[in-house]
């Protein structure tokens, strides 16, 4: 079983920059293909960004390139997420997930398997 646990959210200016943490439990953290995933109120869950396990190659949603930096740190087992020039539309809650089946292809999200609870990222105008 995985735990995960974000932190780092906030309330943030447009333009301003927040950092995003996960950390998560188990032995084998190094094998996770990592994703952020965020939801806005009355929207559906959507994928912004995701981190391989195999060589730390990264993917991300359109909406976030340029912006956002996703890295691991596998010694600490912890994901981050850097989100830089924060718009109004990136306001919702930011949930991190690990799929461990070692896949190759990237995981959708069904794919995943353990998610952490979110927290909150709200930016003002």
């Known amino acids: 079983q995985v735990q995960l646990v974000e932190s780092g959210g906030g309330l943030v200016q447009a333009g301003g920059s927040l950092r995003l943490s996960c950390a998560a439990s188990g032995r084998t953290f190094s094998s996770y293909t990592l994703g952020w995933f965020r939801q806005a109120p009355g929207k559906e869950r959507e994928f912004v960004a995701a981190i391989h396990w195999r060589g730390g190659i990264t993917n991300y949603a359109d909406s976030v390139k340029g912006r956002f930096t996703i890295s691991r740190e596998n010694a600490n087992n912890t994901v981050y997420l850097q989100m830089n020039s924060l718009k109004p539309d990136d306001t919702a809650v930011y949930y991190c997930?690990?799929?461990?089946?070692?896949?190759?292809?990237?995981?959708?999200?069904?794919?995943?398997?353990?998610w952490g609870q979110g927290t909150q990222v709200t930016v003002s105008s």
């Open positions: 997930a690990a799929d461990d089946s070692t896949r190759w292809r990237w995981p959708l999200m069904p794919d995943y398997d353990y």
